[in-house]
């Protein structure tokens, strides 16, 4: 593949890594703020002869990215987050484009082996109401959201799993948590890549499933084998579509 870099920090750096040790060629990479960038923004220039862009530029740049490839009908991996209201909006402009797109807020494959624990945990806690469930994530101090699109992700699975737990509450809490809130708590400080957590707890015993992240390489791993998949595809897809046929 013939790919273009979207925003070249340290996700950018760890993608271009993985793209040469696969044999893949880079075209270019774009930042607005790193000088060892190629190009500050997208342009046709930047994009020529490219046959994919990975993104994992600033939110704030995200939806005039998002025209950008489908005006080009350049197919692209998204990792970065914060567009979410928007989802309609972007699968129109790339289905009406002809062009493919393939998103999520982590593109880790033991990350989504980690979602899969989750989801059978909170199944097998639903009929036990003894058991609560709550959510802990920790981050570096440089992470800008909070809390992570992945800890989000994770607490929807297990409200999907669990009926008694209905509202996903991300607050600080000043009071007693209400019986059908998930609470999900984030601490940033040092430099972890990130740690995700979902602790199971009742009177008699505690069950904790964790994904701790080693470095930023295995999030750059799975968006390169998105985009590997991605690209003889037309179409809107989220990187649950892509787990699903790689663990088949």
């Known amino acids: 593949m013939n790919v273009v870099i979207v925003g070249y920090g340290q996700m950018g750096h760890e993608i271009e890594k993985i793209l040469i040790d696969r044999g893949h060629k880079i075209i270019s990479r774009i930042d607005l703020h790193k000088e060892s960038a190629d190009y500050s923004e997208l342009c046709p220039e930047a994009i020529e002869g490219s046959d994919l862009a990975i993104d994992f530029s600033l939110p704030t740049k995200v ?31 790339i289905e009406s484009s002809g062009s493919s797109y393939i998103y999520g807020s982590n593109f880790s494959i033991g990350a989504h082996l980690f979602f899969k624990m989750v ?7 639903n009929p036990v109401p003894e058991y609560d469930v709550m959510v802990t994530e920790y ?16 607490a ?4 999907d799993n669990v009926d008694r737990k209905t509202i996903i509450q991300p607050e600080k809490l000043d009071r007693q948590i209400e019986p059908q809130e998930l609470h999900v708590a984030s601490i940033r ?4 890549p990130g740690t995700h957590k979902v602790t199971v707890d009742s009177l008699f015993d505690t069950i904790e499933v964790t994904h701790t992240a080693r470095s930023r390489g295995g999030f750059a791993l799975g968006a390169v084998l998105a985009g590997e998949w991605l690209i003889n595809k037309k179409g809107f897809y989220s990187v649950e579509d892509f787990i699903e046929q790689f663990f088949d």
């Not at 400080?189 to 972890?192: H, T, V, Y």
């Open 189 to 192: 400080g040092g430099n972890i």
């Open 156 to 159: 929807q699975k297990i409200i």
């Open 119 to 125: 989801e059978k945990t909170a199944a097998l806690i």
């Open 63 to 93: 939806m005039a990215n998002i025209k950008f490839y489908g005006e080009h009908r350049l197919p692209v991996v998204m990792g970065t987050t914060g567009w979410l209201d928007h989802l309609e909006e972007v699968k129109e402009l």
């Open 139 to 154: 981050h570096h101090k440089f992470k800008k959201d909070s809390p992570s699109g992945t800890a989000l992700t994770t």
